[in-house]
Nanobody, 115 residues
Framework: QVQVAESGGGLVQPGGSLRLSCVAS????????MAWYRQAPGKQRELVAG???????NYADSVQGRFTVSRGNDKNTAYLQMNSLKPEDTALYSC?????????WGQGTQVTVSS
């Protein structure tokens, strides 16, 4: 069983920044995509940003230009740099690690943007 662990969430004021980390316990198999999702209370989970093994990225329109997804030097780490945070960014942020045949979720890290 692959373990996925997110960290870096917290309480931040509007306009502030946070950096989330996602680490997968298994790196023997190639990870095809690492992606960040978020779910706010009463809303459906949505894709925030993703990055492929080749470094291609995609972003939700709502975070384009404010968030940056990246991979670590090792194969099993991804980051989400979040700048210019807004109250509407408040959500539980979860990481999905896709090995192509199967994928795994972490339990998430809470991000709260409030003054």
């Amino acid at each position: 069983q692959v373990q996925v662990a997110e960290s870096g969430g917290g309480l931040v004021q509007p306009g502030g920044s946070l950096r989330l980390s996602c680490v997968a316990s298994e790196s023997i198999f190639d990870i095809t995509v690492m992606a960040w999702y978020r779910q706010a209370p009463g809303k459906q989970r949505e894709l925030v940003a993703g990055i492929t093994s080749s470094g291609a990225t995609n972003y939700a329109d709502s975070v384009q230009g404010r968030f940056t997804v990246s991979r670590g030097n090792d194969k099993n780490t991804a980051y989400l740099q979040m700048n210019s945070l807004k109250p509407e960014d408040t959500a539980l942020y979860s990481c999905n690690v896709d090995y192509g045949i199967f994928n795994f979720w972490g339990q998430g890290t809470q991000v709260t943007v409030s003054s």
